[in-house]
T-cell receptor, first 117, second 115 residues
Framework: GAVVSQHPSWVICKSGTSVKIECRSLDFQATTMFWYRQFPKQSLMLMATSNEGSKATYEQGVEKDKFLINHASLTLSTLTVTSAHPEDSSFYIC?????????????FGPGTRLLVL | AQSVTQPDIHITVSEGASLELRCNYSYGATPYLFWYVQSPGQGLQLLLKYFSGDTLVQGIKGFEAEFKRSQSSFNLRKPSVHWSDAAEYFCAVGAGYSSASKIIFGSGTRLSIRP
């Protein structure tokens, strides 16, 4: 079946540095990618939606200059956390939507755990 | 805007007992409804989804859910739980798979299994 991968699966960085997380749809073309953030013992909160070749649409309260999203191709979206701070430590999950076979479908990636020291 | 409410934060059931996890949604049109399961430190796994048609939906791992429009509910059920079912369960609502629609998650219900 269709699969979505994320890289890296976990990352530790120093405060003030930038971190890039990749999300790939492995065997289907993702016309739309979603990025979610999940704090410990909480639900997934949608951060932004991006369509291939377009600027991302951010949810209210999400800083677009801090969380840069690029969806340059139909199989790859990246989330860059710029000037990361400890409060950005979280579990980041992407989701890819597109056509797999004859059906529109949506799959979630395995997540990336970010720890900012 | 759509929203999802999972009124139970934590539920404990005995192994072999039946299970029902509650989910209520708010959406102006016919919703697309989902149940996902997340084991600790892991990503999401889709258990089942409802788009249209038969209101009783069968999913993986012996789970089923029933869409009740009159009650705006989509409760998840399993007749006999196994210790491996212990996890976090999320109900979610979307507007379909058009590019503009989003999937919004409930706050989750943590399921513990009593031996």
């Amino acid at each position: 079946g269709a699969v979505v991968s994320q890289h890296p699966s976990w990352v530790i960085c120093k405060s003030g540095t930038s971190v890039k997380i990749e999300c790939r749809s492995l065997d289907f073309q993702a016309t739309t990618m979603f990025w979610y953030r999940q704090f410990p013992k909480q639900s997934l909160m949608l951060m932004a939606t991006s369509n291939e070749g377009s600027k991302a649409t951010y949810e209210q309260g999400v800083e677009k200059d801090k969380f840069l999203i690029n969806h340059a191709s139909l199989t790859l979206s990246t989330l860059t956390v710029t000037s990361a701070h400890p409060e950005d430590s979280s579990f980041y999950i992407c989701s890819a939507r597109g056509r797999a076979g004859y059906q529109e479908t949506q799959y979630f990636g395995p997540g990336t755990r970010l720890l900012v020291l | 805007a759509q929203s999802v409410t999972q009124p139970d934060i934590h539920i404990t059931v005995s192994e072999g007992a039946s299970l029902e996890l509650r989910c209520n949604y708010s959406y102006g049109a016919t919703p697309y409804l989902f149940w996902y399961v997340q084991s600790p430190g892991q990503g999401l796994q889709l258990l089942l989804k409802y788009f249209s048609g038969d209101t009783l939906v069968q999913g993986i791992k012996g789970f089923e859910a029933e869409f009740k429009r009159s009650q705006s509910s989509f409760n998840l059920r399993k007749p006999s739980v196994h210790w491996s079912d212990a996890a976090e369960y999320f109900c979610a609502v979307g507007a379909g798979y058009s590019s503009a629609s989003k999937i919004i998650f409930g706050s989750g219900t943590r399921l513990s299994i009593r031996p």
